[in-house]
């Protein structure tokens, strides 16, 4: 198994410009998630999913969209970049019941 | 929602224990603490959890006090390895079975040789 994997691995976007940051899973996990993780902080949690077609907002979901139409994809799209959302995208995905969130290697993103 | 307090950093020589400490005051009764760690700009590595008991697997022990308002990640023989940032977390319930992983700014622990 791949785990969760996470596209790119880096970008620069330039203010008002948009993309899509690519998640997959390939482990079955019906729960997906992105977090945001700015220097020297912790992670926050920016959109979840908890199955195909159902999605919620998480701590910081301003500025962002998610779709979730398979169980394996969670893209995050970014709409009018920002500075402020210069920042590490990671992409998570558990069991339903489990404890354990398994973690892409994450995005580096960086809007000028 | 429950809050947790680390120590910013620490230091650790390696093939020795390291004791990492939370407090976790205001956790509710059924609540779990985890603990996950983050190795330089990698995505977070869940270790373990708990919710009265001590834990232990192969990577970590988890002591968690009898009033539960603290807890403390052993990990027994540190390696270079081991250095990472490490996270004490209270998850927050979303929908359904969904939990939100609440980070903190965490310990860095730096295992030195």
């Known amino acids: 198994n791949a785990g969760v994997t996470q596209t790119p691995k880096f970008r620069i976007l330039k203010i008002g410009q948009s993309m899509t940051l690519q998640c997959t899973q390939d482990?079955?996990?019906?729960?997906m998630y992105w977090y945001r993780q700015d220097p020297g902080m912790g992670l926050k949690l920016i959109y979840y999913s908890v199955g195909a077609g159902i999605t919620d907002k998480g701590e910081v979901p301003n500025g962002y969209n998610v779709s979730r139409s398979t169980t394996e994809d969670f893209p995050l799209r970014l709409e009018l970049a920002a500075p402020s959302q210069t920042s590490v995208y990671f992409c998570?995905?558990?069991?339903?019941?489990?404890?354990?969130?398994?973690f892409g290697p994450g995005t580096r993103l960086t809007v000028t | 929602d429950a809050k947790t307090t680390q120590p910013p950093s620490m230091d650790c020589a390696e093939g020795r224990a390291a004791n990492l400490p939370c407090n976790h005051s205001?956790?509710?009764?059924?609540?779990?603490v985890y603990w996950y760690r983050q190795i330089h700009s990698q995505g977070p590595q869940y270790i373990i959890h708990g919710l009265k008991n001590n834990e232990t697997n192969e990577m970590a022990s988890l002591i968690i006090t009898e009033d539960r308002k603290s807890s403390t990640l052993i990990l027994p023989h540190a390696t270079l390895r081991d250095t990472a940032v490490y996270y004490c977390i209270v998850r927050v319930r979303l929908s359904g079975s969904a939990r939100q992983l609440t980070f903190g700014s965490g310990t860095q622990l730096t295992v030195l040789p």
């Open positions: 998570a995905s558990s069991y339903s019941q489990g404890p354990e969130q398994y």
């Open positions: 482990m079955n996990h019906n729960y």
């Open positions: 205001t956790i509710s009764g059924n609540e779990y």
